[in-house]
């Protein structure tokens, strides 16, 4: 079945803790990229990646990092998880020339204390 | 910002009504496209409207675009409970990968 996952799907760590939220995707796409939904706020963008070894700031980017060493797995990293970044993250993927439709994972609810 | 609105930001109808929701955006997009999200999970894409169209249909969904009013329209005819969901807009601005979201129109549909 084509899909983008994600794990783990719930988290609550603390202020400081190294974490990785993992994202892959079994279709080939070429382009992934990480969002958090906050409320009222809608989706915004985190980081991207265009393709293997290829990523880009997004709109808030702040407190992230991003790897794309292979074509499937996008993952997101918080270095030092801060109480802001307690959020809804999902990650999508898109093929080329699809007009940007993305594919999204399931999403992973972060809570940071 | 260069975000899509949506309008309203909530509505309520009853089955067999049909709901309409709005989007405004800023600048110049090569395409818009509408998501649905049942509550808490992920976004499911519905259709794309490329900049160079006005209409476009897909089942009971109805999608317009009016670039010379940067507005959207998105219509759910004959609607059913199983329609209740959030509904955002993501535009993609011209020279601009990223999609761009809205904050959403919360739809409920009563049955």
């Known amino acids: 079945e084509a899909q983008v996952t994600q794990n783990p799907r719930y988290l609550i760590t603390v202020t400081g803790k190294k974490l990785t939220v993992t994202c892959s995707q079994n279709m080939n796409h070429e382009y992934m990229s990480w969002y958090r939904q906050d409320p009222g706020l809608g989706l915004r963008q985190i980081y991207y990646?265009?393709?293997?070894?290829?990523?880009d700031k997004g709109d808030v980017p702040e407190g992230y990092k991003v790897s794309r060493k292979e074509k499937r797995n996008f993952p997101l990293i918080l270095e030092s998880p801060s109480p802001n970044q307690t959020s809804l993250y999902f990650c999508a993927s898109s093929p080329p020339g699809s007009g940007e439709t993305q594919y999204f994972g399931p999403g992973t609810r972060l809570l940071v204390l | 910002s260069q975000q899509g609105e949506e309008d309203p930001q909530a509505l309520s109808i009853q089955e067999g009504e049909n709901a309409t929701m709005n989007c405004s955006y800023k600048t110049s997009i090569n395409n818009l496209q509408w998501y649905r999200q049942n509550s808490g999970r992920g976004l499911v894409h519905l259709i794309l409207i490329r900049s160079n169209e006005r209409e476009k249909h897909s089942g009971r969904l109805r999608v317009t675009l009016d670039t010379s009013k940067k507005s959207s329209s998105l219509l759910i005819t004959a609607s059913r409970a199983a329609d209740t969901a959030s509904y955002f807009c993501a535009t993609v601005f011209t020279g601009r990968r990223a999609l761009t979201f809205g904050s959403g129109t919360r739809l409920q549909v009563q049955p």
């Open positions: 990646s265009m393709n293997v070894e290829v990523t």
